[in-house]
């Protein structure tokens, strides 16, 4: 099982809160991704990183920040959560320099905007 | 814009029975495929992955099938467990980043 890691698990938050997700990785991946997710629907990609101090936006368009300051950590904030952002959140990294990059996911974290 | 898409979003199979999970890409620069399979209240797990230069692949009770005329691909899971109920995604990646469809839910019958 990969070293991947995400809390909370599960958040019940109130409209205008800021939150903070957490994701970090023991594999000294390079490359990380956050995507989102609703019930029974696709993953959208929402942010990706290539190493420290590289963020950037993916397809999705999303009022999130990341940052990357440390290789094993790439927390993702919402400044004022709204019940939009109600949805499941998974954090995935990568491998540096593969041909065949398999990405590793978290087990998610499933927000509640209240 | 690109899509990744399956044909259908649900699929029950018999025990014992063998399992195929279909999807289409739009893409045609795509030229990495991969299938993650994913359980209820979990991320997803990486079951196995072709790159376009392969039409097939084979792991551990599945077989990745790839038609690059037709931008399909196809997952086979050989004698269907009930450890194989979960959401089959597939994904389509060029450049850095892949698209992924929506998922297929495999319910495995006894």
């Known amino acids: 099982e990969a070293d991947i890691y995400q809390t909370p698990r599960y958040l019940v938050i109130g409209t205008g809160k800021k939150i903070t997700l957490e994701c970090s990785q023991t594999m000294g991946h390079d490359k990380m991704y956050w995507y989102q997710q609703d019930p029974g629907m696709e993953l959208h990609l929402i942010h990706y990183s290539y190493g420290v101090n590289s963020t950037e936006k993916g397809d999705l368009s999303s009022e999130s920040t990341v940052s990357r300051i440390r290789t094993e950590h790439f927390p993702l904030t919402l400044e004022s959560a709204r019940p939009s952002h109600t949805s499941q959140y998974l954090c995935?990294?990568?491998?540096?320099?593969?041909?065949?990059?398999?990405?590793?996911f978290g087990p998610g974290t499933r927000l509640l905007v209240l | 814009g690109e899509s990744v898409g399956l044909h259908l979003p649900t699929l029950s199979v018999q025990e014992g029975d063998n399992s195929i999970i279909n999807c289409a890409y739009s893409?045609?620069?795509?030229?990495?495929f991969i299938w993650y399979k994913q359980e209820s209240g979990k991320g997803p797990q990486f079951i196995i992955d072709?790159?376009?230069?392969?039409d097939k692949r084979q792991g551990q009770r599945v077989t990745v099938l790839l038609n690059k005329t037709v931008k399909h691909l196809s997952l086979q899971i050989a004698a269907t467990q009930p450890g194989d109920s979960a959401v089959y995604f597939c994904?389509?990646?060029?450049?850095?980043?892949?698209?992924f469809g929506p998922g297929t839910r495999l319910s495995v019958l006894p």
């Open positions: 995935a990294s990568s491998a540096p320099g593969r041909a065949l990059e398999t990405q590793y």
């Open positions: 994904g389509a990646g060029y450049g850095q980043n892949f698209v």
């Open positions: 072709i790159r376009s230069n392969m």
């Open positions: 893409n045609s620069a795509s030229d990495y």
